[in-house]
């Protein structure tokens, strides 16, 4: 039985660290858009009787989602006996509830979507919170990799006398892992979302922090603001600048740059989007989540979604 690594092209690095883990050949999958934007997809056409690994993380989901089916049913084509996909963010996860009056639910209409193309799924700290565990919307085989130990690694090798902040509430479940991990204190905030960009913050308990140096931990940073505006409270405090870390390095816009300008001393990212903050690698946490499904009966562990 072989093994075959198809990386999206941003994907690349991170494929080329991962694949030996696996003991996958890595492959082509080229991909590029028509003036018009439609995909074209072309792929490694040597897949009979392989275990196709997709590698595709999904933050920008609606520019990758038709080429990530088509690259899968392309892969069965051509003779794959499966197809996996590994996607260190998964996007969606925080559309788990109708927010408004007639809202989808994206959640799971995503999840449909992804299980009808590919046979299991493996992905880094998905957001789940209303939404508790993956196998609610999927009824593929799933795992989900926590990157807290190669987080709080880093922390340890790069921060001296560190405090932990979670800015929300959701935030606890990764923080707390890390913390434990670093064998460091933490705080969580509490966080009240009135828009996309509009959020305010709790103040961190000033007195213990002192002599600490703050590093600001949330799974995803998208616009960036809940990290401005903690670290807005941070500075007023008068607490050292504070280190960020992103599990997911979505950075929409200008969020980098925003963050930047909002006066965090560093700012680092965990490599499931590839970005130029990366500077925890994940490869070693994806491997043996991928042997599982790779060794494993599919339909033995098939599951029927809860949602
Ligand atoms: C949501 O609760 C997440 O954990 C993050 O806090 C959120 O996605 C951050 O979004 P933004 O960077 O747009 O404030």
């Keep these: 039985m072989s093994t075959v690594l198809l990386p999206f092209p941003a994907q690349r690095r991170l494929a080329e660290e991962l694949a030996p883990l696996l003991g996958a050949r890595l492959a082509r999958l080229d991909w590029r858009r028509f003036p018009d934007g439609e995909s074209l997809v072309a792929i490694d056409e040597t897949l009979q009787g392989a275990d196709a690994v997709l590698l595709s993380s999904l933050h920008q989901p609606d520019t990758l989602a038709l080429a990530l089916r088509f690259a899968a049913a392309t892969a069965r084509e051509f003779g794959a006996r499966s197809v996996g996909l590994v996607a260190p963010y998964l996007a969606y996860m925080r559309q788990d509830r109708r927010f408004h009056p007639g809202d989808a639910i994206s959640a799971p209409l995503f999840a449909a979507f992804l299980q009808e193309g590919v046979d299991w799924l493996v992905?880094?700290?998905?957001?789940?919170?209303?939404?508790?565990?993956?196998?609610?919307?999927?009824?593929?085989?799933?795992?989900?990799?926590?990157?807290?130990?190669?987080?709080?690694?880093?922390?340890?090798?790069?921060?001296?006398?560190?405090?932990?902040?979670?800015?929300?509430?959701?935030?606890?479940?990764?923080?707390?892992?890390?913390?434990?991990?670093?064998?460091?204190?933490?705080?969580?905030?509490?966080?009240?979302?009135?828009?996309?960009?509009?959020v305010s913050v709790s103040l961190p308990d000033l007195a213990a922090a002192a002599g600490r140096n703050p590093v600001v931990v949330d799974d995803i940073v998208s616009s960036g603001h809940t990290v401005i505006e903690t670290l807005g409270h941070l500075a007023r405090l008068g607490m050292p600048a504070a280190t960020v870390v992103a599990i997911h390095a979505v950075f929409a816009g200008d969020a980098y740059a925003d963050l930047q300008a909002a006066g965090a001393a560093r700012i680092v990212s965990c490599d499931s989007i590839n970005h130029a903050s990366n500077a925890i690698a994940l490869a070693g946490l994806l491997a043996p989540a991928c042997r599982e499904h790779l060794g494993a009966d599919l339909h033995a562990m098939a599951r029927t979604p809860a949602w």
């Design 123 to 198: 992905t880094v700290d998905p957001h789940l919170h209303r939404i508790d565990r993956l196998d609610r919307i999927f009824r593929i085989p799933t795992r989900h990799v926590a990157a807290a130990p190669a987080v709080a690694a880093w922390i340890r090798t790069e921060v001296a006398h560190p405090l932990l902040i979670g800015p929300d509430g959701e935030s606890a479940q990764w923080v707390a892992h890390i913390a434990a991990l670093a064998e460091a204190p933490f705080q969580v905030l509490h966080k009240e979302r009135r828009g996309d960009r509009d």
